[in-house]
């Protein structure tokens, strides 16, 4: 159990496009889900959390204009990149969190999704 | 939040040898632990987890010692093999559902 689907797995789009990127628990409810940003050799960059029905948190330095985030179900939240550029070129991480206490949980307190790396042109 | 553009930590081991990484914590408030592992181009996976009523709880060759005195966490790999070359990091949650992530060490297997 506790599968979290990221998708794309990779995209290269034209600079000045937007990149929509989904993130889909298949087995269980996510009460919350978080984005990352990595670059290589780097550490996982938390960018935002969001909760189902409730706008995102988005970490200091991070634009909420420039990364939108929606998580309109308890099964799905999606990062779009808008008007993408190199510079956002990047690896993009995705994990969910079931709700309840974690305490039975063990591997299914947190889930990551396989990532998606953008390639911007 | 997250420390933007942290170069990780490396760790070089012979194939065959224990392999210890090491992370330390900050929240007091932190009763719950988990050690992942990423290899390169992928999501994170969850290795093993402890509880702060523990200091030590084994797996299938990895053992995850914890110290609470210190705010210390560490993960101990036997017999390293190079299918485990990737980075590790750990996570601490508070009794609040709050989640931290360390930086990471990236661990390459020497043949």
């Known amino acids: 159990g506790a599968v979290v689907s990221q998708h794309p797995s990779w995209v290269i789009c034209k600079s000045g496009t937007s990149v929509k990127i989904e993130c889909r628990s298949l087995d269980f409810q996510a009460t919350t889900m978080f984005w990352y940003r990595q670059f290589p050799k780097q550490s996982l960059m938390l960018m935002a959390t969001s909760n189902e029905g409730s706008k995102a948190t988005y970490e200091q330095g991070v634009e909420k204009d420039k990364f939108l985030i929606n998580h309109a179900s308890l099964t799905l939240s999606t990062l779009t990149v808008t008007s993408a550029h190199p510079e956002d070129s990047s690896f993009y991480i995705c994990?969910?969190?079931?709700?309840?206490?974690?305490?039975?949980?063990?591997?299914?307190?947190?889930?990551f999704g396989a990532g998606s790396r953008l390639t911007v042109l | 939040g997250e420390s933007v553009g942290l170069h990780l930590p490396t760790l070089s081991v012979q194939e065959g040898d224990n392999s210890i990484i090491n992370c330390a914590y900050s929240n007091s408030a932190s009763d719950y632990f988990i050690w992942y592992k990423q290899e390169s181009g992928k999501g994170p996976q969850f290795i093993i987890d402890?509880?702060?009523?523990?200091d030590k709880r084994q797996g299938q060759r990895v053992t995850v010692l914890l110290n609470k005195t210190v705010k210390h966490l560490s993960l101990q790999i036997a017999a390293t093999q190079p299918g485990d070359s990737a980075v590790y990091f750990c996570?601490?949650?508070?009794?609040?559902?709050?989640?931290?992530f360390g930086t990471g060490t990236s661990l390459t297997v020497i043949p």
């Open positions: 402890i509880r702060s009523n523990m």
């Open positions: 996570a601490e949650i508070s009794t609040g559902n709050q989640f931290y």
């Open positions: 994990s969910a969190r079931r709700g309840g206490t974690y305490y039975f949980s063990g591997a299914n307190v947190l889930t």
